[in-house]
């Protein structure tokens, strides 16, 4: 056995006054949590996160009662209470990542720890409620760094890799925990006995780490509301394709980084006010729908696809030439035409026209781009509609039907 310094060679830590504010503390962030969820209802997580930090409130305070109540309570129960709010920060972690909560695992270790509480030596022996605190604790910090790493997926959120880094070190301190009590045990005789041990100031420690965990979970969760709320805004309601001021945006960007690359396109759906009138509104919309996802298909990452407004909308290949942007342009034209539309799943034989423009050939300013593109519209109606036209590339601006 390592003996331990003496109590005078460290700081001595009221420990009432650290479990009072850590009492006030941790309330007070579950009610953050639980203000922000009120406040946006799709982010189940945080309901999950706040109901976690809440209940470490009682089981903190069944802890500080510790001289005053049976050991049921303030050993078995406030442990249990604290292992289960860990196990709310596990569920609440899943639910961000999509996952199922996972109750199971979430109150294993509430479980344990009340099997283990009916050995009688179990109960007697301060260090290895100690050891097995800190190792069940460890065990749910490790589970929700490693879900928020795992489940991270393609989403950019600052704040998600802080989580994670905050809660291995939660992790690490309590495993830190668990080694010195298994090689320099500390003999709890009441709670003013450790005011001047390392278990207070590795228990301040976690405390404090926690806190900077609770404000991360909060930081993710609302930077990715924020991130849906912008990309919402980005996008058509009805297509779900960019919106016109989203695509002139981004367009702009990849022309600023490629100035010679990509082909813009334009379509305009033809008659499709007599569609409207025909079939109604709601077949119209149908249409439109039908077009947005035919495009959407072929798309890559860097593609961008935008509704200009009514029947019309935008497309900019980024890494297509002018010959395969046209190549695309007629694959989309064709199979518009085929496309089943409606309830009963019948090609209603509506046509698209299509312009075209390359930087390449027209200069690589926007506005230019889209002027030529839409010239090239109103050639392909000229010419009798269901047509590609380019405008501006005298090379290359053959037409087709």
């Known amino acids: 056995m390592v003996p331990q310094p003496p109590a005078s060679s460290m700081l001595a830590i009221d420990i009432h006054t650290l479990l009072l504010v850590s009492t006030l503390i941790l309330g007070s962030m579950g009610l953050l949590f639980l203000v922000s969820w009120w406040d946006d209802r799709t982010a189940r997580e945080r309901l999950d996160w706040g109901l976690g930090f809440l209940i470490l409130v009682p089981g903190v305070v069944l802890l500080s009662l510790r001289d005053r109540i049976g050991d049921v309570w303030s050993i078995a129960i406030a442990n249990a209470i604290i292992l ?11 639910r961000f990542c999509g996952r199922k909560p996972g109750w199971g695992v979430a109150l294993c270790g509430a479980g344990l720890w009340l099997f283990l509480c009916r050995w009688p030596m179990f109960m007697e022996r301060f ?21 928020l790493q795992r489940d991270a997926g393609g989403e950019r ?28 045990p500390v003999e ?10 390392w278990v207070t100031w590795l228990g301040l420690g976690v405390l404090v780490v926690g806190l900077i965990c609770a404000h991360f979970l909060l930081a993710m969760s609302s ?17 779900g ?8 945006t981004r367009a702009r960007e990849r022309l600023e980084r490629a100035p010679d690359a990509g082909t813009l396109m334009f379509f305009d759906i033809d008659h499709f006010k007599a569609i409207n009138d025909t079939h109604g509104h709601a077949l119209g919309d149908e ?22 407004g009514g029947e019309e909308f935008v497309l900019f290949l980024a890494d297509r030439d002018f010959v395969a942007g046209r190549r695309v342009a007629e694959e989309i034209r064709r199979a518009f035409a085929r496309l089943a ?49 380019a405008v501006g590339a005298p090379t290359l601006a053959t037409s087709s039907a």
């Not at 749910?140 to 490693?146: H, L, S």
């Not at 704040?159 to 009590?181: E, P, Q």
């Not at 930077?223 to 297509?239: G, P």
């Not at 109103?378 to 590609?388: I, L, M, S």
Request: proline share 3%; aromatic share 6%; hydrophobic share 50%.
């Open 84 to 94: 289960a709010s860990y196990g709310l920060l596990y569920t609440g972690a899943r």
């Open 127 to 147: 260090d290895l409620r100690v050891i097995a605190a800190s190792v069940l604790c460890a065990a749910y910090c490790a589970m929700v760094a490693r879900t």
């Open 157 to 184: 959120l600052p704040s998600r890799g802080r989580a994670i880094a905050a809660f291995a070190t939660v992790g690490a301190i309590l495993t830190l925990r668990g080694i010195l009590m298994m090689i320099a």
């Open 188 to 197: 709890l005789r009441g709670l003013a006995s450790i005011e001047s041990s």
């Open 223 to 239: 930077e990715r509301s924020n991130m849906h709320h912008r990309r919402a805004a980005e996008r058509d309601d009805l297509t």
């Open 241 to 248: 394709a960019l919106s016109r001021r989203a695509f002139v």
């Open 287 to 308: 249409v439109l729908i039908a077009f947005a996802r035919l495009v959407e298909e072929g798309l890559g990452p860097e593609d961008l696809f935008a509704r200009w």
């Open 341 to 389: 539309i409606g309830e009963d799943e019948r090609p209603l034989g509506v046509t698209v026209s299509v312009g075209l423009a390359a930087p390449a050939l027209t200069g690589p300013d926007l506005d230019h781009l889209i002027a030529c593109a839409d010239a090239g519209v109103y050639a392909a109606k000229r010419a009798g509609r269901d047509r590609v036209e």
